[in-house]
């Protein structure tokens, strides 16, 4: 304080902020120990699965490293002009090399994707490639056609590819042509953009529906006093003790159509034993399981939000003159947004990538984004499209992620 | 301010009963008529029902018998957004996503008033308890002492006939709260608004009251000036909440006239003037404040024993504790003037007092 100029030095003639980083140093270094191991264990278990996962939705390397000769052959070829004998040289090369080291199959499998049927042509030809002869595009259109159509080397340019954007266009229904242009994918094929749709809608709807249903409980449960709700609230938490697996096939007993409460309606003359609704297996029953399961996710951060407001700011709007639905509206509303953001946020980001119960309730309408990721990734085997999907997903919660920070404020939300 | 009676009342509490859970009433036939532009304070210990009868009057609990009726009208079925009355909260319940304007017109909005008059409100207020720098603020922003004006003028700004205050000044520090104490006592002589005030600072209702209502036990245990108050207890509770105060317990011997000679358990008599003591062989609590007791030669009437047993130093004044009739926790003020020095721990003197200032109460 004596000398204004001067930076300010401790008694011992340190600068002062030295001093003061110094003394930072250890709390920090002794904080990063404590939260060292969980770091090291998310970075070993999640960060770099998910990063060498999604990778593979944009990489692919296989064809360019099996068959170097017929990759580099195509790669200026203006996918228009005819075919070379070089391009044809290289192919039987490849296919030769190839199938003595027994990658033909992997490469078969890549070049399938791009042109469907491939698959034979390229193991059958490896099989007599060795055989053949120059000129030896002559001796593969002998043994197939094929290799004298343009579409097959196409499929051929767009495999070799090391960094490829297909799998990312199929993802979002697009085809990712040989000349590097994008066209719509067939008509029967586009089927992502329609999940993806159908995802954003459930989520929707299942976020709407948990804060339509949580808002009141939560507002009864921080209204009360702390015995009845700690009771209540275990009510609320039942049922995340109770296996997600349990819970779903419980909706299934109780929705389908020789279900409890069909047999109520047919009791109670809603319908008729013959016109029985039809609540599973399709989007209802996706919708009804959803809202259940995630309602604890809007509840929780509700009322953890509502709790802390006093009762005294709607007794005081209403002392004012205000309306009791005023007094709601402009006073205890506003307050418990942050409640909602986090709440929406949170069953939001859960739905968009539910798996197990659209899996087993969801019949052929309900079906989900994740499901199809987890059909590449079991049935087709192509991881690539499987990660480029994910990547599309993570894109797209992202996207919602933005435009939550945008309207409400990521400050302003809370989780208790 | 003189008694007022049921039909000049402004606000009257008529045979009031509250009860929670059926069992327990936590006010008991309260009646207490309240003038127009009074400042009324409700004091007393926590649990004594003095809330209570604030909340009820302000709509937020119902009472369960009994009438309260404001200018004339019974306004149990009325509820609270309608009753008009203007309340400061305990933690002010300033509107935290409003700014110190959107607070203040929030009352004048939903009165549907158009925008230049709440304008014109809003600054008139803001400026009656100097606040008007700081239109734009949030209450987050604010200081305690502050957010507490805003408070206030929040309830005013609608001019409302009453306001209540529920231990408005209870979140500030000591010097603050004498300062807004002075502030609110004013506002409440310029405006003529009544005020009815609840708090279990004996220091803060004696300041600022017209009359204050002792509560104990869901009773109003007496409704007076803070000046009866201090100086003309009416029962043993009273005398023991408000202010220090000297309590021996004895039994009545005779009552003559307006003086009681009570006998002491340790066998002494004294004189007392008989305020609420019963008859002859009812026990009776005396009450004297130590500010009254007097020491050494001086002490004349019922003169006794003393012996000091620790002192206090204070400044302007010494308090010594004495063992007085047996009594180890009687107190006697002592004003710091010269011959002080002779008062050490363990010396005897002599105490006494006027019996006058000596009230003989209930048995406590």
């Known amino acids: 304080m004596t000398d204004a100029s001067g930076p300010i030095v401790t008694a011992d003639g340190i600068p002062l902020k030295r001093k003061l980083a110094r003394a930072l140093f250890r709390s920090r270094a002794r904080a990063f120990g404590l939260a060292f191991p969980l770091i090291a264990f998310i970075i070993a278990a999640f960060i770099i699965p998910l990063i060498?996962?999604?990778?593979?939705?944009?990489?692919?390397?296989?064809?360019?490293?099996?068959?170097?000769?017929?990759?580099?052959?195509?790669?200026?070829?203006?996918?228009?002009?005819?075919?070379?004998?070089?391009m044809a040289a290289a192919m039987v090369a490849d296919l030769v090399e190839a199938r003595k080291s027994r990658m033909i199959g992997r490469v078969a499998t890549r070049v399938n994707r791009e042109l469907p049927g491939s698959r034979s042509l390229f193991t059958s030809s490896a099989r007599v490639a060795k055989k053949m002869k120059p000129p030896y595009l002559e001796a593969l259109v002998k043994k197939s056609k094929k290799w004298g159509q343009l579409a097959t080397w196409r499929a051929v340019k767009i495999s070799a590819k090391v960094y490829t954007p297909a799998y990312l266009a199929n993802a979002v229904d697009l085809k990712y042509n040989a000349d590097g242009s994008f066209s719509l994918q067939d008509t029967k094929h586009r089927i992502n953009l329609k999940l993806l749709g159908r995802t954003l809608q459930i989520s929707l709807i299942v976020t709407l529906a948990c804060l339509l249903l949580g808002y009141p409980v939560a507002y009864m449960l921080s209204t009360l006093p702390?015995?009845?709700?700690?009771?209540?609230?275990?009510?609320?938490?039942?049922?995340f003790w109770t296996s997600l697996l349990v819970r779903t096939t419980a909706w299934i007993a109780m929705l389908q159509s020789q279900g409890v409460i069909n047999d109520l309606f047919v009791l109670f003359g809603v319908t008729t034993d013959a016109e029985r609704f039809s609540m599973i297996y399709n989007k209802t029953g996706v919708l009804i399981a959803m809202t259940h399961i995630l309602l604890p996710f809007m509840i929780l951060p509700l009322y953890s939000v509502m709790k802390t407001?006093?009762?005294?700011?709607?007794?005081?709007?209403?002392?004012?003159?205000?309306?009791?639905?005023?007094?709601?509206?402009?006073?205890?509303?506003?307050?418990s947004v942050p409640g909602i953001g986090a709440g929406a946020l949170l069953v939001f980001i859960l739905a968009i990538g539910y798996y197990?119960?659209?899996?087993?309730?969801?019949?052929?309408?309900?079906?989900?984004?994740?499901?199809?990721?987890?059909?590449?990734?079991?049935?087709?085997?192509?991881?690539?499209?499987?990660?480029?999907?994910?990547l599309v997903l993570l894109v797209v919660v992202m996207f919602f992620f933005w435009i939550y920070d945008r309207v409400v404020g990521i400050d302003n939300m809370k989780l208790g | 301010m003189n008694a007022v009676s049921k039909e000049d009342g402004f606000v009257v509490f008529d045979h009031v009963q509250k009860s929670y859970d059926g069992e327990v009433l936590v006010v008991k036939d309260l009646n207490l008529y309240i003038g127009k532009g009074e400042f009324l304070t409700m004091l007393g210990p926590s649990g004594s029902g003095k809330t209570t009868c604030l909340m009820m009057l302000a709509g937020f609990e119902t009472a369960t018998h009994g009438d309260i009726l404001l200018g004339g009208k019974p306004i149990n079925n009325i509820p609270p957004h309608k009753r008009g009355i203007g309340m400061v909260f305990q933690n002010y319940a300033l509107f935290p996503h409003m700014t110190v304007g959107e607070n203040l017109s929030f009352p004048l909005e939903v009165r549907k008033m158009d925008k230049s008059e709440r304008e014109e409100k809003v600054r008139r207020a803001l400026d009656m308890v100097e606040m008007g720098d700081f239109?734009?603020?949030?209450?987050a922003q604010l200081s305690g002492g502050q957010q507490q004006r805003i408070a206030l003028a929040r309830s005013l700004v609608f001019e409302p006939d009453l306001v209540l205050m529920d231990e408005p000044l209870g979140a500030l520090d000591k010097q603050l709260r004498e300062h807004m104490q002075f502030e609110i006592k004013h506002l409440h002589e310029r405006l003529g608004v009544t005020v009815v005030y609840v708090t279990h600072d004996q220091s803060e209702a004696l300041t600022m009251?017209?009359?204050?209502?002792?509560?104990?036990?869901?009773?109003?245990?007496?409704?007076?000036?803070?000046?009866?108050?201090?100086?003309r207890p009416e029962n043993a509770f009273v005398a023991q909440f408000i202010g220090e105060n000297n309590r021996l317990v004895g039994t009545v011997k005779e009552v003559r006239d307006d003086t009681a000679v009570v006998v002491l358990p340790s066998g002494?008599?004294?004189?007392?003037?008989?305020?609420?003591?019963?008859?002859?062989?009812?026990?009776?609590?005396?009450?004297?404040?130590?500010?009254?007791?007097?020491?050494?030669?001086?002490?004349?009437?019922?003169a006794t024993d003393a012996e000091v047993l620790e002192l206090i130093y204070l400044g302007d004044h010494i308090r010594c504790r004495m063992r007085v009739h047996g009594d180890e926790e009687f107190i006697v003020k002592v004003p710091n003037s010269a011959g002080i020095h002779e008062l050490q721990v363990g010396s005897k003197t002599k105490v006494g007092w006027a019996t006058e200032d000596c009230r003989a109460l209930d048995r406590a």
Request: aromatic content about 8%.
């Open chain 1, 52 to 86: 060498s996962l999604l990778w593979q939705g944009v990489h692919d390397p296989r064809y360019a490293t099996y068959m170097p000769r017929s990759a580099a052959a195509v790669a200026n070829w203006d996918t228009v002009s005819p075919i070379t004998e070089k």
């Open chain 1, 226 to 239: 702390t015995r009845t709700s700690n009771l209540l609230l275990i009510l609320v938490l039942l049922p």
């Open chain 1, 309 to 335: 407001i006093p009762p005294s700011y709607v007794r005081a709007a209403k002392s004012m003159g205000a309306h009791p639905s005023t007094a709601f509206w402009r006073v205890y509303f506003p307050q």
């Open chain 1, 356 to 390: 197990i119960t659209p899996a087993l309730v969801g019949g052929q309408d309900g079906q989900m984004i994740s499901n199809i990721i987890d059909f590449h990734m079991r049935k087709s085997l192509n991881w690539n499209l499987a990660a480029a999907l994910g």
């Open chain 2, 135 to 139: 239109i734009n603020r949030r209450p």
């Open chain 2, 209 to 231: 009251s017209d009359r204050v209502a002792v509560f104990d036990d869901g009773v109003i245990q007496q409704l007076a000036s803070p000046e009866d108050l201090y100086e």
């Open chain 2, 268 to 302: 002494a008599e004294t004189t007392a003037k008989a305020v609420n003591c019963g008859k002859a062989g009812d026990a009776t609590t005396l009450s004297i404040r130590p500010e009254r007791v007097t020491l050494g030669k001086s002490a004349g009437e019922n």
